[in-house]
């Protein structure tokens, strides 16, 4: 596989970022339909891996994004994409396999964003919720199809949908479909898609399954590359809070009663732990949502919009938000485990500090997770400042 590489500037921003780019969304020869969608967004000036990765995309390129959360990748391809397909035949003409359910919902709504001045339809799917309403919409007809693999699986299995003139496929977040062992069900997918397309691949990181992976699908593709590793955004203060942890919950509780914490997402390492936080802040009047892969669509839906309208203060999740959900004004990232994977810790705080945003990310170190800590520090190039709270640090004890 011959590959080219552009690197970009290091940003940390999505879609709603300010200005960075010396150069205007009217340079990039978009469509007047898309660019009044863009201008009525609000934005003027593309980030680096759009302005990069949207003019190759356009020329037809296969191109592979390589780039941390926040950095406005969905844009660099939804706007392309949106763009090539206005004014063609009613068809599948693109699909978008995505690693979550969250995720696969966020991307629909930029397509729908992006084509609000075209005739172009899209629609999401994804396993959670009854499978008849998607297949209605999926026989009738749409030009774009965001997914999650299974479930888009169920549908090829019934005839729900065929992509015999599908013209572009999205693998975004590529590096988590394979996390998640998806591997088998990509290759399903591909095996019923044109041999002969566009192939757009983004990820946050490029470890050999995704370096496989783009040599098995994409044809000299360009690499388009935000910054380099796993870097932390530079918008983001780090901290490290050493506490039994039997005392987690009751230091998270001081936090959020003494400090200002305003919109705070807490990263859990299981489902049963994220429910016990929730319980435990509810009893100290703190308003708490929980949102992990027991809870019902529906459920995660309402979890994630209590959160973003701020009818809860405190989100409690696990790694399943630690990607793709695009949470504006998230002020604090807690990680109430430390990741047992220092890449991970990289995923979470990038929840925070987002469109060049000042955010905090705190860190609980249970004495068994202090190895766990220097790993993050070494993959992220800086030591974490460790902050004691008279009371909760290592060997002492107070009443709650």
Same mark, same amino acid.
């Given at each position: ?48 891996? %759009? ?54 919902? %966020? ?41 999650? #693999? ?56 490029? #470890? ?12 000299? #593709? ?62 100290? %009047? ?18 994630? %919009? ?95």
């Amino acid at each position: 596989m011959s590959i080219d590489t552009i690197e970009a500037p290091q940003v940390e921003q999505d879609e709603q970022t300010a200005p960075t780019s010396a150069i205007t969304f009217d340079q990039l020869n978009l469509s007047a339909e898309v660019l009044q969608a863009v201008r009525d967004a609000g934005y003027k000036n593309p980030t680096p891996i %759009q302005a990069d990765a949207i003019p190759l995309v356009l020329k037809g390129r296969d191109v592979m994004g390589l780039a941390q959360t926040g950095t406005g990748k969905t844009a660099a391809f939804t706007l392309p994409i949106v763009n090539t397909l206005i004014g063609g035949p009613r068809r599948t003409r693109a699909l978008v396999l995505t690693p979550t359910r969250e995720l696969c919902v %966020q991307v629909e709504e930029s397509v729908h964003k992006y084509a609000r001045h075209s005739q172009l339809s899209v629609v999401s799917v994804y396993g959670g919720v009854p499978l008849e309403p998607q297949q209605k919409k999926l026989r009738a007809g749409v030009d774009i199809v965001v997914a999650t #693999p299974g479930r888009l699986i169920d549908h090829l299995e019934r005839q729900n949908v065929v992509f015999d003139d599908l013209e572009v496929l999205v693998l975004d977040e590529a590096d988590r479909m394979l996390d998640m062992g998806f591997a088998p069900q990509i290759n399903r997918i591909v095996a019923d898609v044109p041999k002969y397309r566009q192939t757009l691949l983004f990820s946050a990181t490029m #470890p050999p399954e995704v370096e496989a992976l783009a040599r098995k699908y994409l044809r000299k #593709p360009v690499v388009v590359q935000v910054g380099r590793g796993s870097s932390a955004a530079s918008t983001v203060s780090h901290a490290v809070y050493p506490v039994p942890r039997e005392r987690k919950s009751s230091l998270l509780a001081r936090l959020l009663k003494e400090a200002n914490l305003d919109s705070v997402l807490v990263f859990t390492r299981t489902k049963h732990g994220a429910d016990r936080v929730v319980r435990h802040l509810e009893r100290e %009047q703190i308003k708490a949502t929980a949102m992990h892969a027991d809870k019902t669509q529906p459920q995660r839906t309402k979890a994630l %919009q209590d959160f973003k309208d701020g009818r809860v203060r405190v989100l409690v999740a696990t790694d399943i938000a630690q990607r793709g959900l695009d949470i504006s004004g998230i002020t604090h990232v807690v990680n109430y485990d430390v990741p047992q994977q220092a890449e991970d810790y990289v995923h979470r705080i990038g929840r925070t500090g987002r469109a060049a945003k000042e955010g905090d990310a705190f860190t609980f170190m249970a004495p068994d997770e202090i190895a766990m800590v220097k790993s993050i520090e070494r993959v992220i190039g800086q030591p974490i400042p460790r902050i004691s709270v008279a009371g909760f640090d290592f060997g002492t004890v107070a009443a709650d």
